[in-house]
């Protein structure tokens, strides 16, 4: 798990590092639109000039760290200078090109929020120290052109004391605060909380959605981890609703039995390895089909597979879809012995037996180790049958009870499987009371002579 988080967070903030720069692109986009709209054109283009730098500034770690060159030392490189780019740009030009403005008055404007842009636009980076870096190196560079302001020659410096308490009038504190040359130590100091507090939240913001990243990862691991052992319906059960599971209830299920015909006798043939091998092909053809039906694969049994329809919960037509699933079921090794035949192997048999009955439903067994499976006469049944088929050399032998579920739903059975037809009366091992079924003869060297 830690190595799929690992895995994660770098495809997140690969992610993050185009996100920053086409975020980049649309911001700068939207003051160029400003500058030309509202700037005379004398003005604008030295605007525009600027913007340009910028959107250089942007593109060409973007273009390095695309193509492997640096990493986040790069970004980092261009962090800091674009910091400092920034910070001079609002200290020292003259904004608006009149005669006698000072950087002294660039502290009043509102430029410095540009830096809480910088600082915001960040959290797009996805990574922390990056947005904490980003923080440093915007403290760094205002308070650097900041402290150049207060040094120089003309620069009237003052603090809160020396106009609150040196019993200034009113008239003369203005004319002290407002004075062009004039720059407040306090005004610096709120800017650089300012944008502590600012790089401390958007810290927090990123760690947070990484923890957040984190879990849903933990939570895709052990998803996955689990469809190995369950049915995708179990999965979504145990991984938001567990609880429903643990208490076992009554409920109508259709049952179903699948298993290789001929099984022992191929099993002699096959060296183990291949046995596997083709247990494997056999089971995950019937799993992959019981599963597209909506069916729960409970247990594979030699080489035989055990499916229900009608858990976690019930449906109308769980008895139509399971006899639709038997008939994809046959189609599927049909389909697959062609190309085994073609391929110079032998076919595979397959023989299903199909029931619908009241079971209990949940988890079975002790503290140490829990199965989910349904216990009842129609699981025994639907195993009975299923051994049948080699009795009446069919593919499917299915009770009477399941015909008379899917008519319920208005569905015609011989749709599903045009060649089934109604059977005898049998008595099948463990019951007393004869079974009505119906049932589909096998075709090629399994069917009858």
């Known amino acids: 798990m830690p190595e799929q988080s690992e895995a994660e967070f770098a495809r997140e903030e690969r992610v993050g590092l185009t996100y920053m720069f086409w975020g980049r692109v649309a911001v700068l986009a939207l003051l160029a639109l400003w500058a030309a709209a509202t700037v005379p054109i004398d003005r604008s283009l030295s605007y525009l000039s600027v913007i340009l730098i910028f959107l250089i500034l942007g593109a060409v770690p973007y273009w390095l760290v695309k193509h492997g060159y640096g990493g986040t030392l790069i970004l980092a490189l261009f962090l800091m200078l674009d910091a400092a780019v920034l910070s001079y740009l609002l200290i020292v030009p003259n904004p608006y090109e009149l ?14 929020l540009y830096l809480g842009v910088f600082l915001v636009y960040m959290a ?9 870096w980003a923080g440093i190196a915007a403290i760094c560079s205002w308070s650097i052109g900041y402290l150049w302001v207060l040094n120089l020659p003309d620069t009237l410096t003052f603090s809160s004391r020396d106009v609150l308490d040196s019993g200034l009038s009113l008239e003369e ?15 610096w100091i709120s800017q650089v909380v300012f944008l ?17 990243v984190r879990r849903q990862v933990a939570a895709e691991a052990q998803r996955s981890s689990l469809s190995r052992y369950f049915s995708p319906n179990i999965v979504r059960e145990l991984t938001t609703n567990g609880q429903s599971l643990d208490q076992p209830k009554l409920q109508r299920v259709a049952v179903l039995f699948a298993d290789m015909v001929g099984f ?40 035989a597979i055990m499916v229900h329809f009608g858990t976690p919960e019930t449906s109308r037509d769980d008895p139509v879809r399971a006899l639709r699933c038997a008939a994809d079921m046959i189609a599927e090794i049909e389909a697959w012995n062609t190309r085994r035949v073609t391929a110079g192997l032998g076919p595979i048999g397959i023989g299903i037996g199909l029931h619908y009955g009241d079971v209990i439903v949940g988890n079975i067994g002790d503290n140490r180790r829990l199965e989910y499976t349904v216990l009842g006469d129609p699981v025994n049944v639907a195993s009975r049958l299923e051994a049948l088929t080699r009795k009446l050399r069919a593919t499917l032998v299915t009770s009477a009870s399941v015909i008379d579920a899917v008519r319920e739903n208005d569905v015609d059975p011989l749709s599903i499987l045009p060649n089934l037809r109604p059977g005898d009366a049998e008595t099948v091992r463990g019951r007393t009371a004869p079974i009505e079924i119906w049932y589909q003869y096998a075709t090629g060297p399994f069917g009858r002579s």
Do not use: C
């Not at 005669?99 to 404007?109: D, F, H, K, T």
């Not at 797009?124 to 904490?132: F, N």
């Not at 089909?289 to 080489?303: E, Q």
């Open 264 to 303: 022992t006798a191929i099993s002699e043939r096959l060296e183990p390895y291949e046995l596997l091998e083709l247990l494997r092909a056999f089971h995950g053809r019937l799993a992959k089909t019981a599963i597209t039906h909506g069916g729960t694969v409970d247990k594979y049994i030699g080489d």
């Open 99 to 112: 005669e006698g403005w000072s950087p002294q008055m660039n502290l009043r404007a509102p430029g410095f």
């Open 173 to 187: 504190a203005l004319h002290r605060v407002l004075d062009p040359k004039a720059v407040g130590l306090p005004r």
């Open 124 to 132: 797009l980076s996805y990574k922390p120290a990056l947005v904490i």
């Open 196 to 212: 502590m507090a600012v790089t401390l939240i958007l810290t927090l913001t990123v760690w947070r959605s990484r923890q957040l």
